[in-house]
Structure formats: structure tokens, C-alpha cells
């Protein structure tokens, strides 16, 4: 509870909105790791120096003293007063990285070692079997049911850069490994500069969403430009549908049927009286929802490549026939929220 608390109070306080500075109230510091032997060193000094009533002792227990108060000092000044500025992708896909820039400025070029700490809390479903024993395994396959569990599979990774210029750009790269919402980790951005002894550290929390397209399922299909001979050119795919009798079987879609996925039979249309090709999810050769967008988004990227219009007919939206960025971006994002 306290520490779901703590967190809450982290995000308000570090949530990022727009381009700022760190001021003094915006970075931590606190005693690192080794730092922690190296004030039991002080202590030790400390009581030999007194017990004994040696000088030297006493002495050099003031001098590490002096270097671990210096020490917050120096961590502190490695992230204060830099301008933070982040920048991420539109839209991402599955299993390809998803970028997010940091990009850095500070007003006079002295060198910084920052590291950036990144924790994924993947989510992973595993079953759990409720047998008991390896000899009973056989026997109670049957009865025993299998249930599943959410385990959070925590990736931690650190990045370290050294920023000794006056602007710099840090790429921090994400593989999504599922469609839909996705939200960037917490960022943290520490320094312990320059003996280790203390951490000094800030925290970026995107507060946008961002969304994740669908893998791309190839389906063995190309969309390639020929000559117009009033003929269809059977490299010019316009979409797959079920197998009637009477069909050639030239025209049939042996790859799916090898699979197991039905009879589907190809059509062609010459690519020159073609305006515009629709990508129509009912039309997919395949009866997983999954599947059928990742076919939709192949059909998508082999549309782009050539820079034919197309259009993509989803069961709740519909996009205009168009070709291009802005529309590729936008037909990820309804695949992504379908």
C-alpha cells in the first residue's frame, strides 16, 4: 500500500507535460550502494581516533568526511539545471523496436556521465499444472486441469552516456511485444559522479499513450507493376476468398491450404484499372482475429512499397482510399486499437 503510494506521489511529481528544466527540488540525492561502507569507514575513524585520542586518526576521519559532503555536491551538479526535452514514435509495431529520444541541452559544455535506468514489467501467462506427483502424471492428465498465471517478468537495463556537449541525443529503444496501448516506463536518469559514493537522480513518466500495429503476417502475395496487355497478371493480388466448385486450381491458395486454413481461391485485377486496393478484414483467410490483422497489415506494407492507394475496412471503421505517411500512420493506429 505504501509503496503503491509512493509511486503515485513519483508520477505526479515527475510526470512529463513539455520541455523543462531540472531545478533543485526536481533532483534526489542520496547515499549509493558503497557509499554506505564509506560512511561505516567514518564511523570507525571516528571512534578509533577519539578512543585513542590520536589526531592523525581524528584528522583523516575529517578529510573522507569532507570528500563524501563534496561528493553530494559534484552528483548533484550532474544533473541540475539540464533541459529535458522527449520525443516517441507516432505509432510502433510488435516485436520492432519503438524509439524514444531524450534529447539533452545544457548552457555551457561540461562534461556529465548520466546512466538511464529503464525498467519492463512484462507480463508472461504460464500454466500451472495441479498434478502432485511424476507417477500419477499419466493417470490424471484428464482430470487434473491446468490453470494460469500472471507472472510480471521485471527487464531491468542501464544505458550509459557521457553528455559533454551542449545538446545530445539519447535513443532509448522498446520491443513491444503486444498489440494495442503502450505506455513507456518510468525513465530515470541518475549520475554518481565521481567516486560512486552518492546517486544523484530525476525520473521522466510519459504521461501519453501510444499504440502498437500488428505484426506483419506474409502471405506469400507481391504487388508488382507490369505491362497493361488487358489480361490479369497473376503477380497483382487483389484479395483471397473461399473455394466454389469449378474454380481453377491454379487460382487456389495452396500455401493456406497446407496449413489447414481452407480452400481460398486468389483473385487478380490489372494493376492499371485498378484505383485503389480494399483491404477487407471478413475477407482474411483466417479465423483468428490476431492473424487476420497481421495478414491486413502485410497487405498494408506491400500497398506502401508500391504506393498504391488502398483501403482498409475494419468491422467497426473504415479508412478513405490514400497512400503515403500520415495515412500509413493512421491505418496502424486502427489496427493497432481494433
Known sequence: MLRQRFEKWLHLRFRYTSIRTLKQNEVLVFIYQQGFLYLVLILITFIAGINYANNLILAFC?????????SFYLSFKQLHAVTIQVIADEVGRVNEAFTVKVILQQAKATPKFLNFKIKEIEQVDSQISTDLTETSVSS????????????????????????????????????????GEFKVPAIQIFSTYPLGLVRAWTYIYLTESYWIAPEAKPLALNFNHSSNTGEPDYDEFKELRNFKLGDSLQSISWKHASRGQGLFVKQFED???????????????????EEKLCFMMELVDQCEQVQMPYCVILPYAQTENGVGLSHYNHVKILLAQA
Not at 575529517?62 to 563534496?70: Q, R
Not at 486441469?145 to 522498446?174: G, T, W, Y
Not at 486496393?277 to 479465423?287: E, F, L, N, Q, R
Open 62 to 70: 575529517f578529510l573522507i568526511s569532507a570528500i563524501l559532503c563534496i
Open 140 to 179: 490424471q492428465r484428464s482430470k487434473s486441469k491446468p490453470f494460469k498465471s500472471n507472472i510480471k517478468k521485471i527487464d531491468e537495463r542501464i544505458q550509459s552516456e557521457l553528455f559533454a556537449e551542449k545538446q545530445k541525443i539519447v535513443e532509448l529503444k522498446f520491443i513491444p511485444k503486444q498489440r
Open 271 to 289: 494493376l492499371v484499372d485498378a484505383h485503389a486496393v480494399y483491404i477487407d478484414y471478413a475477407k482474411m483467410p483466417s479465423a483468428d482475429h
